[in-house]
């Protein structure tokens, strides 16, 4: 069966260190692999997005990974901040829909 | 500015009693989403309009229905045949083949069985 899978316990990291999320699907053929943020009560924010043709994306603290040989991506947050404690969610995607992993809570302490 | 809209952000419901959740975005985008989230769980795809007029089953249709009779608006009903409905629902629009750009999601509807 088809699988996204986020680890479902909370990543507790301390303020400037980098944090590290991973996504791992199986049975999944995705041409993109989305990154979402979502605070609690609200809807996801949109982050990054990567396709299978590239194995690196950057944007300001973040880089996400994609290797579809181990079909996995990789979100890091580099020199983390209070602010950056949220609930972290991959997507993927390429039929013209959105597949949602369950997210990985982030939780960042000073 | 532009964005999208749910309403109402809370909504109770009582068994057997149908209801309908509110969706409208001005960000000229064709297609539209609704998704449903569980504690826990990934969101779930329940129906989704690429097109006025045209919509798709997602993977929990089941209890549910949908309308696209204008580009800004897709609400949904959830049905007395929905036998679990309590659930945060978002939803979400896009681009045409907008899995390839992101989604904009609205704030969410949280529903209750009373």
């Known amino acids: 069966s088809q699988k996204i899978e986020q680890n479902s316990e909370a990543l507790n990291i ?46 300001e603290r973040l880089k996400v990974t994609f290797d579809t040989t181990l079909k996995q991506s990789l979100f890091h947050i580099t020199a983390s901040q209070p602010a950056d404690s949220a609930t972290y969610l991959c997507a993927l995607g390429g039929w013209g829909k959105l597949q949602f992993g369950a997210g990985t809570q982030v939780v960042v302490t000073p | ?27 000229n985008h064709d297609a539209m989403y609704w998704y449903r989230q569980d504690p826990g769980q990934g969101l779930r795809l329940i129906y989704y309009s690429q097109i006025v007029n045209d919509f798709q089953k997602g993977d929990i249709a089941e209890g549910y229905s949908v309308s696209r009779e204008k580009k800004e608006s897709f609400p949904l009903t959830v049905t007395s045949a929905q036998k679990n409905p309590t659930a945060f629902y978002l939803c979400a629009s896009s681009i045409l083949g907008g899995d390839d750009y992101g989604y904009t999601f609205g704030s969410g509807t949280r529903l209750t069985v009373v």
């Open chain 2, 1 to 27: 500015d532009g964005g999208i809209t749910q309403s109402p952000k809370y909504l109770f419901r009582k068994e057997g009693q149908n209801v309908t959740l509110s969706c409208e975005q001005n960000l």
């Open chain 1, 14 to 59: 301390q303020e400037g260190k980098t944090a590290t999320l991973t996504c791992n699907y199986t049975n999944y053929s995705p041409a993109y692999l989305q990154w979402y943020r979502q605070d609690p009560g609200r809807g996801p924010v949109f982050l990054l997005l990567i396709r299978e043709n590239e194995k690196e994306k950057r944007k």
